[in-house]
């Protein structure tokens, strides 16, 4: 079945450094990706649309200079997080269309990001 | 706007019990219609999905939805539940501009007892 791979799992790196989430389909080709954000206890938030070959559609109220996407390729979209501060703590998770039929995605396993 | 309410936050239920979740849809249209399980730290699965067709939906590990337009509900059932059942479940919706964009509920935490 569809597999798509997140790297990487868990990450903690330094405020004021950045970060980048890769998100692989392993079996398919995914022109579009999401990008979405889990506070703890707390639902998913689509933060971004994610368009092989184009630039990234922001959801209201994501700052689309400190999350940063590119989609280069038609089986890898990344995530870059920059100048990480605390707030930015979250699980991201990210989908792809393409492989499970209409109108479903998969998704990768997350990646924890703890910035101290 | 389109959004999803899951009013129960946690349940808990015993072995072998049956199970329903509740899920409402606010969505102009037909909607696309999805339950996501989420076990901790690990991303989601895909339980089952409501396009268009039989309003029961069948899923796997034995949970199936039935889809409600007059009550705006699309419920996740299991007869029998069993351990390893215990996740946080998530009803989604399609958004109206990309079914593959989903508008997410808050969630229901599964507890089983033994």
């Known amino acids: 079945g569809a597999v798509v791979s997140q790297h990487p799992s868990r990450v903690i790196c330094k405020s004021g450094t950045s970060v980048k989430i890769e998100c692989r389909s392993l079996?398919?080709?995914?022109?579009?990706m999401f990008w979405y954000r889990q506070f703890p206890k707390k639902s998913l938030m689509l933060m971004a649309t994610s368009n092989e070959g184009s630039k990234a559609t922001y959801e209201q109220g994501v700052e689309k200079d400190k999350f940063l996407i590119n989609h280069a390729s038609l089986t890898l979209s990344t995530l870059t997080v920059t100048s990480a501060h605390p707030e930015d703590s979250s699980f991201y998770i990210c989908?792809?269309?393409?492989?499970?039929?209409?109108?479903?995605?998969?998704f990768g396993s997350g990646t924890r990001l703890t910035v101290v | 706007a389109q959004s999803v309410t899951q009013p129960d936050i946690h349940i808990t239920v015993s072995e072998g019990a049956s199970l329903e979740l509740r899920c409402n849809y606010s969505?102009?249209?037909?909607?696309?219609l999805f339950w996501y399980v989420q076990s901790p730290g690990q991303g989601l699965q895909l339980l089952l999905k409501?396009?268009?067709?039989?309003?029961l939906v069948q899923g796997i590990k034995g949970f199936e939805a039935e889809f409600k337009r007059s009550q705006s509900s699309f419920n996740l059932r299991k007869p029998s539940v069993h351990w390893s059942d215990a996740a946080e479940y998530f009803c989604a919706v399609g958004a109206q501009d990309s079914s593959y964009k989903l508008i997410f509920g808050s969630g229901t935490r599964l507890l089983v007892r033994p």
């Open positions: 989908s792809a269309k393409g492989a499970g039929g209409r109108g479903s995605c998969t």
């Open positions: 079996d398919f080709q995914a022109t579009t």
């Open positions: 409501y396009f268009s067709g039989d309003t």
């Open positions: 969505y102009g249209a037909t909607p696309y």
